[in-house]
Every structure is written in structure tokens, then in C-alpha cells.
């Protein structure tokens, strides 16, 4: 995996709550046996007419959105399915971090798994992004994942929670199957002790 | 100190448990299936390592294939393609799968076969690349979803890395009146606490209504927990228990029966332990269920009424009541008795087992389906089909006007052509009313199969108690 960087990213905000991973990506799309692509069908029935042609209102259509790493969800973001498939098309679209109040906690830890930091804020801040965003579409943050902080255009630093483990292996880009194949002996041990 | 059932499972379990960092927890039971799981196989392939435990983990195909003639090739290039992968890399590595080729009289829903087959017991940790997962928990197992790169994984070191999450109980006292059943309770119990109250908690379902629950209810309660957010929920193992598992392909036998049952009958939640949280509800006021929006948590009685979002103080609440009820089009207010729908669907691993087919049967022998309505029913396994065959439950189906299908998801993820056109209503016994879940523009109510079986004969959102002989 690639280590993770402080970046500085304006931001998609999309209000909508529960957003679930059937909206991230419809089952229809799980057919794949590599992770190649999916970005293109992200929010696919939200992004796409019955033809195929962009729904122009939908705000990834928005031209100037394109290349923006940072997605603004309202609460409870990656409901539903364990489908990994979510973060896979939320990174092959260009996102590195979701800002909401609460994420489900398989979508949680996939996001972690690949590089997508899952950023927990409160309702104050939360509310106060989208404020922004609605004032000026082209807000801007600041993250800082070895700080723990969002820098919000007036300079304010807001900490956000992550545990140390997922923290390290995001910045130094570790392999997380890596580490537990390096357990070998003690799980041989738990498994004979089993037997 | 008293425990509850999670944690006696859950320190039974860990391998290693380094400060700060998760917990390293050993997976007794792996199941597999064909959709999330061939990138995790790949990862394997390029760092040249073997499944650990092939013994420990069984593959089925289930979201992907066709329900129509098992003897029709499989149309779709996409799924062929990942069923064939399927096929291939449990070959190399060992796995024994339960195909559509290979011992065929044992496929079905990955959540039906693996209870079935008896290798899910109580104690163990059990996962799969699906949210379902938490069905097995039913049998006082600790059993949760997870994805493709935790497949990979578990496939690579039979471990796991996880935090310790938090314990919440699910008290249900009571009894249910005739014509609501455990799909109604859960559905409730989320209709009341929001599909994100279990967020970070392991549910323990108890109380009253609960323990009187035969196995295949436990599993459609311990089904939809993910539903209400929590990636597991657990029933405590007791003689109801044992005796489903007693005599399946997979239980022991014998002197190591008696050993595993004394063993089994440790686990229970002692007296005097403490959960992070608790959740109630009363079964003894409980009506048949029926959700209205865009999430299972959307639901209300089936006498109700669609809520108006002009009631609701919360404005982003209210703004997602505004658009589901828009995706639905459906209007405040508006009673759901006598909602005209196009679709039934009766299946997923939430409602296809043996009692699950006998209570729609039960509603819809002697009568016919309404004209206007397609009835799907998907048995959950092969061994489901063959029993309720045996029984002529196919016959009462196929009399009434209903389709009797090959086992799979079918149009619980509608992955496999079996899907809504879009507008149209279905009712379904499955798991998800998500936008576009059976097909793209499709609209869901979720019940029980009692519900959708007499939905089906009128045409409408029908109570079944008015239908039950």
C-alpha cells in the first residue's frame, strides 16, 4: 500500500444521509474478479441516466469537481453491504478521505485497508463544512493524518480520532497481511493448543 | 467475573494481542463464495503463499447465479467468468466447494448452507466476504462480515486483526400474536433504534420471545443485525440449538457430541455480566411489519400509515424522508394497506429456509396469485428445494401461480437477471430496500413471508391476519 501524505483538497459535498453501498456502487457492478475501473461506476444511479449520459444535476457532473480528494457526506456513510468494491470505486474515482459523523464498521475498515481515510468529525464542525461548502463550492481543507487535523480555510484545526495501529500502517504503508503472517509461530502455538 | 457470550468467544479466540494495537483473532470457520472473494485469491497468487487452513474453509456460489434450469449455460459473460474463477481457485488451493458442478445437491445461499451442513456450531468465530454473515450468529457463534483484503487475510494466516467491539442487548419480551413472526421483531427492533444504533456493538438478542424461537427464526433475527448496524448478533445456545445441529454432516459424533455440548452449554452469558448498551422491544404489541422508505429502518406496522416528513424536527432527517418517500413515490400520510404491487419475492438468506417456504404455502395453498403480480420464490439451498419438494410445497406454489426457482440470492442483489423493472413494487423477504437493491429505479417493502405471501393473492400491502385460517 502507498503511504499516506498530507494533501490539501477542495471538496465534493454531497448532504445526502445513510448513504449506503449499494449507492456506491450497485451490485450489478460486482462482477469483476480484479479492482480495476470501478471508479467509473461510483454512485453510478445517482451519476447516470438510463442511457448511460450523465445526470447533469448529480454533483460529480459538476466540471470543476473533477480531481477533487476529498468527499463530504452526511451521517452514517457505508451502510449495507461488506462489498469492498465501495472503496475500491471511492479510490479509483480519486478520493482519498470521507468526512462524516459516523461510518459502518465493515465500510470503516475496508476504507482503511485501501488507502481511504474515514475522517469522524461532530455535528458542529460537520454542519459547519457543509455551511462552507454551500457559501463557497470551492472550499478547500488541509489534512494532516500525523497531526490528526483538518485545516479549514480560516486557519481552525480540527483534530479528528483514528487508532494508532490503522494511523501507522496508513502513513508508512504497511501491509497489514504482512504482519500477521510474520505471527506464524504464536498461531501454530494457538493452534495446537487447540487440537 | 461474569462474562457474556462475546467476550467468553471472543477471548477464547485471541492469538495475540500486542498494546494498541487489534487483537489478532483466530477464525475457527471461513465460508467463501464466488463475488468477493477472487481479488483476495489473486492477492495470494502474487505473494506465492497457500491457504493456511483449507480444512477450515468451505466455498459456495450463490450471489451471481442464474435460479432459472440449472441446465441453461449462464448468459451473462461477467458471471460465467466469476463462477469459472470460483471454480479454479478452489481447485488450486484445495477448498472444498459446494458448486453448481461441484457436489451440486449441497449449493445454496452461503447462510443457509452453512447451518445446514452443520458447520456452524456454537463458540466459534466465523466469517465471510458478506454482511450476512452475522446469521450464524443465531447458534451462539461469533460470526461477522468482512472484506475482500480481510479475506485475503484470513485465507492467508486463519487470523483476523480486530479491536474489540463493544456489547449491546437486545431484550424481547413477550409473545408474538399469530401472523407475527421473527421477521417482524427485527424488523421493529430496527423500525425503533435506526439502522446505525449498532454501529461498533456485537448485538446478544434475549428475552422470552427470543428463547422460544426455533432455529431458522434465530437466524432471520441474527440476519438483518447488520441491518441495525451491528456486524453481529448472537442468540445463546440452548437445547433448541443442539438439537438443529444433532445428526448434520459436519457435528460431531458420538462421545465428541457430549463433549461439544457440555462444552456449548458454558457459553451462555452469565448472571451478573454487563453489556455497553441495551436495546428493548415488546413482542406482545408487535404487528406484522412493513418498511415504507429507502433503508430497513424506514418501517412501521402494517395497519400504518407512510410518516410526513413535516413532522420530523431534524432536518436532515426529514430531508431523507422527503427523498425516499420521492424514490418510492409514495405520499405522507397515505395508509400502506391496499399499496398496489407488480413483484413478491420470497427468499435470500433472511427467509428461504424449509419454515420460511411452509408459512407461505400455509397462506397461499388453494388460492391464486393476483394476475397483476410475478411470485418468485428462490429456495435457499439446494437441500431446501429437495425438502420442500418432498413435501409438495412446490406443487401449492406452482398452483397458485408462483415460480418455484433453483437456490441462490436471486433478486435479494438481483446480480443474476432476477430483478424489478424500474418503478415498479415489490414486496420481498429479503434484507435490503436500498435504492435500486432488485434492480435499478426498483422499489422494496420489506416483510415477513406471510406478509408477501398474502400481498401476493390480493395484489396489495396486505395484513396476513385477516388471511389466516
Known amino acids: 500500500m502507498e503511504k499516506y501524505t498530507a494533501y490539501n483538497s477542495k471538496i465534493v459535498a454531497l448532504p445526502n444521509e445513510n448513504v449506503d453501498t449499494d449507492q456506491i456502487i450497485p451490485a450489478r457492478f460486482l462482477k469483476v474478479t480484479d479492482k480495476i475501473g470501478l471508479g467509473d461506476n461510483l454512485f453510478s444511479d445517482w451519476r447516470y441516466n438510463a442511457d448511460g449520459n450523465p445526470k447533469p444535476d448529480f454533483i460529480l457532473n459538476h466540471g470543476e469537481m473533477k480531481g477533487r480528494a476529498i468527499l463530504l457526506a452526511g451521517d452514517n456513510f457505508g451502510s449495507g453491504s461488506s462489498r469492498e468494491h465501495a472503496p475500491w470505486a471511492l479510490t479509483g474515482y480519486g478520493f482519498r478521505a470521507v468526512i462524516s459523523t459516523s461510518f459502518a464498521d465493515i465500510f470503516r475498515n475496508n476504507s482503511l485497508k485501501n488507502g481511504l481515510l474515514p475522517i469522524i468529525v461532530d455535528k458542529d464542525t460537520h454542519a459547519q463544512l457543509f455551511s462552507l461548502c454551500e457559501e463557497d463550492p470551492d472550499t478547500a481543507l488541509a489534512i494532516d493524518l500525523t497531526a490528526q487535523t483538518l485545516t479549514l480555510p480560516d486557519g481552525r484545526k480540527v483534530q479528528f480520532p483514528i487508532d494508532g495501529f490503522s494511523k501507522t500502517c496508513l502513513l508508512n504503508g504497511i501491509d497489514e497481511i504482512g504482519y500477521v503472517l510474520h505471527m506464524d509461530e504464536k498461531i501454530t502455538a494457538f493452534e495446537s493448543q487447540d487440537a | 467475573m461474569p462474562q457474556t457470550l462475546f467476550e467468553k468467544i471472543w477471548n477464547a479466540h485471541v492469538v495475540a494481542q500486542d498494546a494498541d494495537s487489534p487483537a489478532v483473532l483466530y477464525i475457527d470457520l471461513h465460508l467463501v463464495h464466488e463475488v468477493t472473494s477472487p481479488q483476495a485469491f489473486e492477492g495470494l497468487r502474487n505473494r506465492g503463499i497457500k491457504v493456511r487452513r483449507p480444512d477450515r474453509t468451505y466455498a459456495t456460489m450463490d450471489h451471481g447465479i442464474p435460479t432459472h434450469s440449472r441446465d441453461i449455460p449462464i448468459a451473462d459473460a461477467l458471471a460465467a467468468k466469476q463462477i469459472a474463477q470460483l ?334 423493472q424500474p418503478g415498479q413494487y415489490a414486496i420481498s423477504t429479503s434484507n435490503r430496500n436500498f435504492e435500486g437493491r432488485q434492480g435499478k429505479g426498483g422499489r422494496t417493502f420489506l416483510a415477513s413471508p406471510l406478509t408477501a405471501a398474502a400481498s401476493a393473492i390480493t395484489g396489495v400491502v396486505t395484513d396476513v391476519r385477516t388471511m389466516l385460517r
Not at chain 2, 421477521?183 to 456493538?201: M, P, Q, S, V
Not at chain 2, 428475552?207 to 431458522?216: D, Q, S, V, W, Y
Not at chain 2, 427464526?217 to 445441529?245: H, K
Open chain 2, 87 to 420: 471454480e479454479t481457485n478452489t481447485a488450486e488451493f484445495g477448498i472444498t466447494l459446494y458448486g453448481l458442478r461441484q457436489n451440486a445437491e449441497k449449493q445454496g445461499i452461503v447462510h443457509v448452507i452453512g447451518p445446514e451442513l452443520g458447520l456452524t456450531r456454537p463458540g466459534m468465530t466465523i466469517v465471510c466476504g458478506d454482511s450476512h454473515t452475522s446469521t450464524h450468529g443465531a447458534f451462539g457463534a461469533l460470526s461477522f462480515g468482512i472484506g475482500t483484503s480481510e479475506v485475503e487475510m484470513v485465507l492467508s494466516t486463519q487470523c483476523l486483526l480486530q479491536r474489540k467491539p463493544g456489547t449491546a442487548q437486545v431484550r424481547v419480551d413477550g409473545k408474538l400474536q399469530k401472523g407475527v413472526v421473527a421477521k417482524d421483531i427485527i424488523l421493529a427492533i430496527i423500525a425503533k433504534y435506526g439502522i446505525g444504533a449498532g454501529t461498533g456493538y456485537v448485538f446478544e438478542y434475549t428475552g422470552e420471545a427470543i428463547r422460544i424461537l426455533n432455529m431458522e427464526e434465530r437466524m432471520t433475527v441474527c440476519n438483518m443485525s447488520i441491518e441495525g448496524g451491528a456486524r453481529a448478533g448472537m442468540i445463546a445456545p440452548d437445547d433448541t440449538t443442539f438439537e438443529y445441529i444433532a445428526g448434520r454432516e459436519f457435528a460431531p459424533k458420538g462421545a465428541n457430541w457430549d463433549k461439544a455440548v457440555s462444552e456449548w452449554r458454558k457459553l451462555p452469558t452469565d448472571d451478573g455480566a454487563t453489556f455497553d448498551a441495551t436495546f428493548s422491544l415488546d413482542a406482545d404489541t408487535l404487528e406484522p411489519m412493513i418498511t415504507y422508505g429507502t433503508n430497513p429502518g424506514m418501517g412501521t406496522g402494517v395497519t400504518g400509515r407512510v410518516p410526513d416528513p413535516a413532522q420530523l424536527a431534524d432536518l436532515s432527517q426529514r430531508n431523507a424522508l422527503i427523498k425516499a418517500l420521492g424514490y418510492m413515490n409514495l405520499k405522507p400520510n397515505q395508509p400502506l394497506l391496499g399499496q398496489a404491487i407488480d413483484v413478491v419475492f420470497i427468499g435470500s438468506c433472511t427467509n428461504s429456509r424449509i419454515s420460511d417456504l411452509r408459512d407461505a404455502a400455509a397462506v397461499m395453498k388453494g388460492r391464486r396469485v393476483n394476475p397483476n403480480v410475478r411470485v418468485m420464490i428462490v429456495p435457499g439451498s439446494a437441500q431446501v428445494k429437495r425438502e420442500a419438494e418432498a413435501e409438495g410445497l412446490d406443487r401449492v406454489f406452482s398452483e397458485a401461480g408462483a415460480e418455484w426457482r433453483e437456490a441462490g440470492c436471486s433478486m435479494c442483489i438481483a446480480m443474476n437477471g432476477d430483478q424489478l
